[in-house]
């Protein structure tokens, strides 16, 4: 008989396995490999707005200084070491079109005859022109500090704030403490003190008698010329001192 070769039986067909689905993310249901251009895409986006405030946070600034060294230079001894804060986002946008919505300097100066004084300058709509620049309106506050106004001539005058936009005068008469409060207004550029209230010794006077007013009348303060054009407006008492309000309209800063 002629060999024959075993039959090897044949081994059973084993379906491929399909591929492995990929994973989704249970928040996006965008899968793992789809979202790698987002993730890209938004660290590009954050970089270059981390880029852009910086520049204009360093615009912002060398702005800022260049307008504080403009105003010191036009104040010349008048206003020392000014701090300028420029307003309006973005800086760069307001630069390129010359214009910002608000410009708010605060610094240290002196009047003519040497009192001190804080000043607080609002600069509003300020615009870019030929060789410096120009604001539509100006807010100014000029607060004193009570100890530098406490002087008048030989005596001795302590003043506060007495509440309610009054101020509290006190001094000695004969070895008693007389005490006035008094309302500050503006009359002409020129501050009087008007009475509403008086005690010597902790016993009442008449706030209106002749010699309540004679003593205020010694006290009327002629204001200095202010900068940049403006005009008093009022007087306000406040916890720091006594502050001056003045305004203007289209101002030159050049």
């Known amino acids: 008989m002629p060999f024959r070769t075993p039959h090897a039986p044949a081994s059973p067909h084993v379906p491929a396995s399909p591929p492995a689905p990929e994973r989704r993310n ?19 986006t954050v970089l270059v707005a981390a880029l852009l405030l910086t520049a204009d946070a360093l615009a912002r600034q060398l702005g800022e200084e260049r307008f504080a060294d403009r105003i010191a230079a036009r104040q010349g001894s008048g206003l020392t070491s000014p701090e300028v804060t420029i307003e309006g986002h973005p800086f760069l946008l307001h630069a390129a079109r010359g214009q910002h919505p608000e410009v708010r300097v605060t610094g240290d100066a002196r009047t003519p005859d040497g009192i001190p004084v804080k000043a607080e300058v609002d600069l509003h709509r300020v ?16 607060t004193a500090p009570f100890d530098a106004l406490g002087t008048a001539g030989d005596r001795e005058l302590r003043l506060s704030d007495a509440g309610g936009g009054r101020l509290r005068i006190e001094s000695g008469v004969l070895g008693m403490s007389l005490v006035i409060t008094a309302e500050p207004r503006l009359d002409a550029g020129v501050v009087t003190l008007h009475a509403d209230s008086a005690t010597l010794a902790g016993r009442p006077l008449d706030p209106t008698a002749p010699a309540i007013a004679g003593a205020l009348s010694r006290e009327h303060r002629q204001l200095p010329p202010l900068p940049l054009g403006l005009s008093p407006t009022e007087i306000t008492v406040g916890p720091d001192g006594i502050t001056a309000h003045a305004e203007a309209r289209r101002v030159n800063l050049t």
Not at 131 to 138: E, F, Q, T
């Open 26 to 44: 249970p928040r996006t249901g965008r899968t793992g490999r789809s979202s790698r251009p987002y993730r890209r895409a938004a660290a590009v």
């Open 127 to 142: 615009s870019e022109q030929p060789g410096g620049y120009a604001a539509d309106s100006v807010d100014a506050a000029f």
